[in-house]
């Protein structure tokens, strides 16, 4: 009996031994999820590293799994210098041709007795001025006419300039200034009406200028149709997406819709707007007859898009893939921080076809004798921490590490194709202004039309 209690008390100990550990493993899955949101939320934005960060060598990264542990530190490379900015001509304040008003001051001396003087010179200074925007009534006055000599010939008048609506009083000049407004310097129409109303003493009521930016879009729609057709045209486009709250008349409050954006690097940029995220909004966004690259993040909708589609390859970020090991630097500081220098090595390389201006076959040629050896370093290093079993597969180093393998023959894609970016950091640049203004789909009549 005495025995029998004491198998159970072990038994019991082992019990508890194991949900000590499986409570502290959940624990630091916590801590890391906590430390993430933290920076995510209060945390500089960059992720830059530190300009003195020395660089990681890792011994054996090639070898057995569990025999790649260890790690030294590299001394940094001492011929490693700071470049000197090149210098750079000044900037002109404005342009040469910016219309000129002359104003000439007279001595009062002069003006009391302009006889008693004779002009010799005079001292020029320039100043940068502003006049206001203004409203004004443009009036258009059709003249009619009968024939002098025939006089049973109908009378004669111009045709009525085309209009958006019949009897809209808006101007083109008007339009393009509540436009400008609204989707360049991030204005609601109800601001805009606010601007008017107390700067002018003009009322413009915000559901009359709605319905001219639905107007608008219409026909302003051949020109975004055009600028579609050469962003998918050159057979590599760069497509992302970002979330934007609308105002859904019916429903009281808002809904969440999204601004797919697409970019052709070197190109244009379109925006398309719809109410979800789904695989077949793509079918809005990617017209039929597309062929060539797609470069993208790693969500879902893009495979499942292109998965019976043989003639389109998905390309991965590269930047999307760093930002998983930047957020796990502070877990496993040595082997996130050896990844990140290795992939800060890959942009290096691109910087530096940026700085020469290289083209396509150049770009190729170089990334093949500089990055490739890089990029297949990488992936043996991430194959050895993976089969080293000491990175859970939910610990954020463990995900990075999946995520990049996931995606390992996407993102050397660009490898291959010297017209390829290393990331879809582009089109990320062509979506951040719409955080400024993310009332711009505010009502449902704009839902089809975002032109570029």
């Known amino acids: 009996m005495e ?9 019991e100990l082992r019990k508890r031994d194991e949900e000590i550990a499986r409570l502290n493993h959940e624990m630091t899955l916590m801590r890391q999820k906590m430390d993430l949101l933290i920076r995510r939320m209060f945390g500089r934005s960059s992720e830059k590293l530190d300009a003195s960060q020395l660089d990681l060598f890792l011994l054996g990264i090639g070898d057995e799994p569990g025999k790649g542990e260890a790690s ?16 750079e001509p000044r900037r002109e304040r404005w342009p040469s041709d910016l219309p000129v008003v002359e104003e000439i001051i007279e001595p009062a001396e002069v003006v009391a007795a302009p006889e008693d003087w004779r002009f010799i010179g005079a001292e020029v200074s320039e100043q940068l001025d502003y006049e206001l925007a203004k409203f004004l ?21 111009a045709p009525m300039p085309e209009v958006l609506l019949e009897r809209c009083i808006a101007a083109p000049g008007l339009l393009a200034a509540i436009i400008v407004g609204k989707y360049c310097d991030h204005l609601p129409l109800y601001r805009q009406e606010s601007i008017f109303e107390n700067r002018n003493g003009v009322y413009l009521p915000r559901a009359s200028m709605s319905r001219w930016m639905g107007l608008a879009a ?4 051949p020109i975004y149709k055009i600028i579609r057709t050469g962003v998918m045209g050159g057979g590599y486009v760069q497509v992302d997406e970002t979330p934007v709250r609308y105002l859904a008349p019916g429903h009281g409050q808002t809904k969440l819709g999204y601004l797919w954006t697409a970019l052709s690097p070197g190109r244009d940029a379109f925006y398309h707007w719809e109410t979800s995220r789904g695989a077949h909004c793509l079918k809005n966004v990617i017209p039929a007859d597309f062929r060539g690259k797609i470069q993208c993040d790693a969500y879902a909708a893009y495979p499942s898009f292109t998965k019976d589609k043989d003639l389109i390859e998905l390309v991965a970020c590269w930047a999307h893939a760093r930002r998983n090991f930047y957020e796990a630097r502070e877990h496993v500081p040595q082997r996130a921080k050896w990844i990140l220098r290795q992939i800060g090595k890959l942009y290096a390389v691109e910087a530096s076809l940026r700085e020469i201006g290289a083209g396509p076959n150049l770009r190729s040629a170089i990334r093949a004798s500089h990055s490739t050896p890089i990029y297949r370093r990488i992936h043996r290093a991430l194959i050895a921490f993976k089969k080293s079993g000491h990175h859970l597969p939910r610990s954020s180093f463990g995900k990075a590490i999946d995520y990049a393998l996931s995606n390992w023959s996407l993102l050397g894609v660009y490898l291959q194709d010297g017209c390829v970016e290393i990331d879809n950091n582009l089109v990320e640049n062509a979506i951040r202004p719409t955080a400024l203004g993310k009332n711009y789909p505010q009502l449902s009549v704009m839902r089809s039309c975002l032109a570029a």
């Not at 025995?3 to 038994?11: A, D």
């Not at 219409?218 to 729609?221: G, M």
């Open 72 to 87: 030294s530190l590299q001394e940094a490379d001492p011929a490693k210098t700071t470049k000197a900015r090149s210098s």
């Open 137 to 157: 009534r443009r009036r258009l006055v059709r003249r009619k006419y009968v024939h002098r000599l025939d006089r049973d010939v109908a009378p004669v008048m």
């Open 3 to 11: 025995n029998l209690s004491k198998k159970q008390l072990l038994e």
């Open 218 to 221: 219409d026909w302003l729609r």
